[in-house]
């Protein structure tokens, strides 16, 4: 079984300052990880994932995720927010062995103020 | 261009009434899926299909069929079971491996009153 937790349903900032979005999973075995994002009334995009290569995962518009095994934790990072990234952002797990599939947060919501 | 399409974008039906929701993917992906979204609720699988002819249930199949007749197609009806259809609908596809993502569809957002 797995399941992922979204620390924060809502999380401001201000343009320009440090984004941090906390996401904790539970799994059984060793898991896949993803970050997704969604802007009102659309699909989901695919930031970044990790998939056991590198703990350190870049992804795209300037996002990065750290994987630690220890704190099972995988929070999605950006150094300098802004107002473009103003969204909904999920993560999720699936399993790294067999089929399975994706378990997603509950999803938190970025606000980016001028 | 490759991708996921869903129709239509918003869709009005009256309480009672069976619909059916469209999904179209050229990505030659074999896996397939449908989720539910709801506020503050995340995404919560409906059903998802690994292969032509075959499909499983997630987790809240109830009040829902799917069929997949071929492989660039996997549509969804909410049938009058369903208690509270009125939510937002995305489809999704996958290559069918642990580090493939899915890729998502724009979505379909259903009103029942």
């Known amino acids: 079984a797995q399941s992922v937790t979204q620390l924060g349903s809502h999380v401001s900032v201000s343009e320009g300052a440090l984004v941090l979005l906390r996401c904790n999973y539970s799994s059984s075995v060793p898991p896949y990880l993803f970050w997704y994002v969604q802007y009102p009334n659309q699909g989901l995009q695919l930031l970044l994932k990790y998939t056991s290569a590198a703990t350190l995962v870049k992804g795209i518009n300037g996002f990065e995720a750290e994987f630690k095994k220890s704190e099972t934790s995988f929070h999605l990072t950006k150094p300098s927010a802004h107002m473009s990234d103003a969204a909904e952002y999920f993560c999720a797990v699936r399993a790294y062995s067999g089929y399975s599939t994706l378990t997603f947060g509950k999803g938190t919501m970025l606000l980016v103020s001028p | 261009d490759g991708g996921i399409t869903q129709s239509p974008k918003y869709l009005f039906r009256k309480e009672g009434q069976n619909v059916t929701l469209s999904c179209e993917q050229n990505l030659n992906h074999d896996a397939m899926y449908w989720y539910r979204q709801d506020p503050g609720q995340g995404l919560r699988l409906i059903y998802y299909s690994q292969i032509v002819n075959d499909f499983q249930k997630g987790d809240i199949a109830e009040g829902y069929s799917v069929s997949r007749e071929k492989k660039e197609s996997f549509p969804l009806t909410v049938t009058s079971a369903q208690k509270n259809p009125t939510a937002f609908y995305l489809c999704?596809?996958?290559?069918?491996?642990?580090?493939?993502?899915?890729?998502f569809g724009p979505g379909t957002r259903l009103t029942v009153t």
């Open positions: 999704a596809s996958s290559q069918d491996s642990g580090v493939d993502e899915q890729y």
